[in-house]
């Protein structure tokens, strides 16, 4: 327990009147804590209440309005099928697991030659991917769209999903060889000498030793990478150009200009945006926050 | 459910990039290229393909014309001065409000949920929005500032106090500021988290001995936690800045940089400019821009690495 929870009444409010005064700084504090919690939920619940809220009452009445609750999923079935929202679902996985697969894989043995193999100028080269930690999404649009149309107009790689699984793993590596080679250098080197003097190779050494003692680690990557991919709107914008293949973000910006007013819709499509990174953080916390908090360097 | 990290992980190793952690892996004999080379290929292949040479045309195209991305007509310093002379962009007024008031609510929101019992459910309500698309944020907040009294709910409670409905987004003095609120909304959750485990992080026996030498409650956050937590506040601070000026989705789905151009932010700039109005060239500078900007934090970052390395 924190050291800030220890209740000031406990030490010094000896007196009847310190007593009430402490119990009411602890009341200010509960109800303080109460509105946090109100003004972090309300809006998104008002949008979730509204999903479910047929389209005329919607237009008629606001969703706080409670004692004319009629709930119906209609507007989902709608959104999915009508607005084509399931393909997009359906394509946002697309995009998104090979997008977590490839960095994971090579980040890892990119981190395993940063920390268990040696050649010459292995520091300077980690330094160099340190400091390409904060390079831009936005330097490498223009250079990668010209050339890849010019040198292969007819691979046509944004009419596909290669495209962009390349650009997002790309942009992964600087922060996941990072994370990944920070957590394999505190891997005991007796446990891959020991390895090695039975006449392992390094790939042995890697895939039987390495990567099974660091599935924590991968996984919070892992988790935190699918998330980013999952819930990116700018890189699908520049490298998924078939209308076919675009994700729910792109798909939900759609929705957003085309009916704007049309809450029902949007707020069902929102809410299929969501659902999945809700579920992942609510089963996954502790992965998900570390990945998350191990990002702020991204 | 805890946020906190748990043993599983060496929670220091993965939650906070920690740079002391390093220590020289001891390998036996002399180097491997071959090893080397197999394992670093894949990377060394896609970085040098997607961020290094990319970097050098963008820097290159930046001091071109470049109506359709290719090498034209060389410009020299042309874009750079139409960009510092009529900068569309007002990230300078997020890096003030949204970086400082993220900080603020986020010590505040750390130190008091603390007290209660409830702590772990107030630190997930306030994190949520974190784990959520920035495009759901924006579809989340545009309901709630809809001009339209039945349906958003802000002006529904100004309606209340007799306040005819606002155009938050639509209105050229407000937006920013509107705007503002969602990315605090957003992002309160990240500096909560983070400055808990800074504070609990003091040891406990410090604060109690200041509370027997008779401290208060004003005083012991002045004078003991705030100090404690400075080196995380600047690091989080940094994060924030980092954050501002890679801003793009949220700013996109909700206004599209408008009305007019009001809440242009950099990255956005520099997409409208590359693939709406096809000025390649100034986009490109705009890339530049961000990306000079963002050095010093690089050199920081590395230094912070080497001297950990060192020790």
């Known amino acids: ?298 | 459910m805890g946020l906190a990290p748990t043993p599983a992980v060496p929670a220091q190793k993965v939650s906070t990039p920690d740079l002391t952690a390093v220590r020289r892996a001891r390998t036996p004999e002399g180097p491997n290229y071959v090893a080397a080379l197999l394992f670093l290929l894949p990377a060394a292949i896609l970085l040098v393909v997607f961020l290094l040479y990319p970097s050098v045309y963008t820097v290159l195209l930046s001091f071109n014309r470049g109506r359709n991305g290719v090498f034209e007509q060389w410009v020299g310093f042309d874009n750079y001065v139409r960009l510092f002379t009529d900068p569309d962009f007002i990230n300078l007024l997020w890096i003030v409000f949204y970086t400082s008031i993220v900080i603020f609510l986020g010590l505040i929101i750390a130190v008091v949920a603390a007290r209660v019992r409830y702590e772990s459910v107030i630190k997930a309500i306030v994190f949520i929005p974190m784990a959520i698309s920035a495009t759901a944020l924006a579809v989340i907040w545009k309901f709630v500032y809809s001009p339209d009294a039945n349906i958003g709910l802000l002006n529904a409670v100004l309606g209340n106090f007799g306040v005819s409905p606002v155009a938050w987004l639509g209105d050229e003095h407000i937006v920013n500021f509107a705007l503002i609120a969602v990315g605090i909304w957003g992002s309160v959750g990240f500096a909560t988290v983070i400055l808990s485990a800074a504070v609990k992080s003091i040891p406990a026996e410090v604060i109690e001995s200041a509370r027997v030498e008779g401290a208060n409650e004003r005083q012991i956050f002045f004078r003991m936690i705030l100090p404690m937590v400075s080196l995380p506040i600047s690091v989080l601070g940094v994060t924030l800045v980092v954050n501002v000026i890679k801003l793009f989705d949220l700013i996109y789905v909700m206004t599209a940089g408008g009305p007019g151009k009001a809440s242009r932010v950099i990255a956005f700039t520099m997409y409208q400019q590359a693939f709406t109005a096809g000025q390649y060239g100034y986009g490109s500078a705009v890339a530049v821009v961000m990306l000079v900007v963002l050095i010093p934090i690089m050199i920081y970052n590395v230094r912070r690495f080497r001297t950990a390395s060192v020790t």
């Open chain 1, 1 to 298: 327990m924190s050291v800030l929870a220890e209740p000031m009444a406990g030490s010094r409010a000896r007196t009847p009147a310190g007593r009430a005064v402490a119990a009411l700084n602890r009341s200010v504090i509960h109800v303080a804590l109460g509105l946090i919690g109100v003004f972090w939920l309300v809006p998104t619940l008002g949008l979730l209440v509204t999903s479910f809220r047929p389209r005329s009452d919607i237009q008629a009445t606001g969703w706080w309005d409670i004692f004319n609750l009629h709930l119906t999923l209609e507007n989902y079935r709608q959104v999915l099928e009508a607005q084509g929202m399931l393909q997009a679902f359906v394509n946002t996985v697309f995009i998104a697991v090979p997008s977590t697969v490839l960095p994971i894989v090579i980040c890892a043995l990119a981190a395993y030659a940063f920390s268990w193999v040696r050649f010459p100028f292995r520091d300077t080269l980690f330094l160099i991917v340190i400091a390409f930690l904060l390079v831009p999404v936005q330097v490498a649009f223009i250079p990668l769209l010209t050339t890849a149309t010019a040198l292969v107009p007819d691979l046509q790689l944004t009419r596909g999903y290669v495209a962009i699984w390349l650009a997002h793993t790309a942009f992964a590596l600087p922060f996941g060889i990072f994370l990944l080679r920070n957590f394999f250098i505190t891997l005991p080197p007796d446990m891959i000498e020991a390895a090695r003097i039975d006449g392992a190779s390094d790939f042995r050494v890697f895939s039987t030793i390495v990567v099974p003692v660091s599935v924590p680690a991968i996984a919070a990557y892992g988790i935190f990478q699918f998330l980013w991919v999952w819930n990116d709107l700018l890189m699908a914008l520049v490298f998924v150009q078939d209308s076919s293949k675009y994700p729910m973000t792109r798909a939900i910006q759609n929705l957003l200009s085309q009916y704007g007013t049309e809450w029902h819709l949007l707020a069902a499509g929102a809410f299929l945006l969501m659902i999945v990174p809700l579920i992942v953080f609510f089963s996954l916390q502790r992965y998900f926050v570390q990945g998350l908090l191990a990002g702020s360097i991204k």
